[in-house]
């Protein structure tokens, strides 16, 4: 069954795939919360980097996207066939119309899963939107409002932040904004370095190619990159769209630890998004586990919030727990391997990891 853009017998939905669908970007800021995941540059990212397939349950209404439960079909003949909202997605909430009370969209998903063969439907986020569903697995969320000055941000950060940042600046720490893709190569290296530090494998380099051609060049995000001369030391990637951005990626170079410039790459951030009107900045998905990172989004007067994921097994037509795998005995393996074939060893696993 292939119905990427057609009308179904799922109660006036339509399943669109924004790959084959020219103006989804312009239907879905018919909706004002839609976000940046929701839309066709984070699609074509996903395709293009893991082959997954688009399958987007919609209701539209006179023109304007009223409903929207944006999922991908992704299959592994390791684990197997599912659908994920979205794959690699810190959140992606549901769309609904305003004061809506109840919606077909997970009861129409699990109706296509079905016939599809899919495993599960896993949604990250919006557990409240699908009647009877409970958490799988949680995890915190920050956001940075960026209502005031720059300068009455700053402080309102934690005192050790402020330091940091200070710090990194009588280093002679300087920050570079970039949309090139020669600030994403930049970043990769650091991110590589970083992932082994942590025993993890890098998510392939195509997936950050794709990142740099389908977001930056496009105008949704920047990478923040923080030298000393011209060592880079730590860079970040971000995302945007309607004033809100969204920290999605960061990397270091240990070595540099000391001179604190992951704290100055995200107070350049804050301020150069404050300065041009955003109205917030969502730090993404920290592990509960995760104590040091928690404490150091905290630092820049995040508010912290409660991240739910539930995953429904389609074939036992219930809600089954989902291990948050931040850390475990393959942390010290990966750790020990010499980063070519650490990221041999990411361009194996993440296509079949979502």
């Known amino acids: 069954m292939r119905c990427d853009h057609a009308e179904n017998s799922f109660g006036g939905l339509v399943v669109i795939n924004p790959l084959e669908h020219p103006d ?33 349950f919609c209701r539209i209404a006179n023109g304007r996207l009223v409903e929207l439960l944006a999922v991908m079909e992704v299959v592994s003949p390791w684990t197997g066939r599912r659908g994920v909202s979205l794959p690699f997605t810190d959140v992606c909430a ?35 939107d699908w009647p009877g569903a409970s958490p799988s697995v949680a995890f915190y969320g920050h956001n940075v409002e960026l209502s005031g000055p720059p300068e009455q941000l700053f402080e309102s950060f934690q005192g050790a932040v402020r330091r940091g940042v200070r710090k990194a600046l009588d280093a002679g720490v300087k920050v570079e904004f970039s949309r090139h893709p020669e600030s ?9 370095l970083t ?71 995200m107070w350049e951030t804050i301020r150069r ?24 989004k905290l630092g820049f007067g995040a508010r912290e919030e409660r991240m739910e994921y539930c995953r429904y097994d389609l074939a ?6 989902i291990t948050d ?4 005995w393959f942390n010290g393996l990966f750790r020990s391997l010499p980063l070519p074939w650490l990221r041999l060893a990411g361009r194996i696993l993440y296509p079949h990891l979502s």
């Open 94 to 128: 549901v769309l609904r119309d305003t004061g809506q009370a109840g919606s077909r969209l997970h009861e129409a998903a699990v109706e296509f899963g079905v016939r599809e063969g899919w495993k599960y439907l896993e949604c990250r986020g919006g557990v409240p």
């Open 195 to 265: 992932r082994q530090r942590h025993g993890v494998p890098p998510q392939p380099r195509r997936f950050f190619e794709s990142i740099a051609s389908e977001v930056l060049a496009e105008g949704h995000g920047f990478v923040t990159t923080a030298r000393f001369g011209a060592k880079p030391l730590a860079a970040a990637v971000y995302f945007h769209r309607h004033r809100r951005a969204i920290y999605k990626f960061g990397a270091s170079d240990g070595t540099f630890q000391h001179m604190r410039p992951n704290n100055l790459v």
């Open 24 to 56: 989804w970007d312009a239907l879905l800021a018919t909706h004002p919360e839609s976000g940046f995941f929701h839309g066709g540059a984070w699609a074509r990212v996903l395709h293009r980097t893991y082959g997954h397939r688009p399958v987007y």
């Open 316 to 321: 036992g037509q219930t809600f089954v727990p």
């Open 184 to 192: 994403m190569q930049t970043f990769y290296q650091l991110h590589c």
């Open 325 to 328: 795998r931040a850390e475990g």
């Open 273 to 296: 998004c404050a300065q041009e009107g955003f109205e917030g900045l969502h730090l993404g998905r920290t592990s509960v586990v995760n104590t040091g990172l928690r404490r150091f």
